[in-house]
């Protein structure tokens, strides 16, 4: 089972847990809530799990031009 984390803007991935188990509350799922987890945390059929994160560079981006808050995606 692998935690990946991506970039919800440009796909990128951030990093990468190899583990058989994982304690979640160690990661800080468990400071989300319901709906963050829905929007955030994908389970995949191979048993993975996809983290939608934010990398360093789009963060950047994101503190230059606020205004792309507004965008779902601003990355083309």
């Not at 796909?11 to 829905?38: A, F, M, Y």
């Not at 983290?51 to 205004?67: D, F, K, R, S, V």
Request: one cysteine or more; proline letters at 1%.
């Amino acid at each position: 089972m692998s935690v990946v984390y991506k970039c919800r803007h440009c796909g990128h991935v951030i990093g990468e847990i190899n583990e058989q188990v994982v304690d979640t509350t160690i990661l800080g799922w468990n400071n989300l809530s319901d709906e963050e987890r829905k929007e955030m945390i994908q389970y995949k059929s191979n048993g993975d799990v996809h983290i939608q994160a934010i990398c360093e560079n789009c963060e950047e981006t994101l503190g230059t031009y606020p205004e792309y808050h507004e965008l779902d995606y601003f990355i083309q």
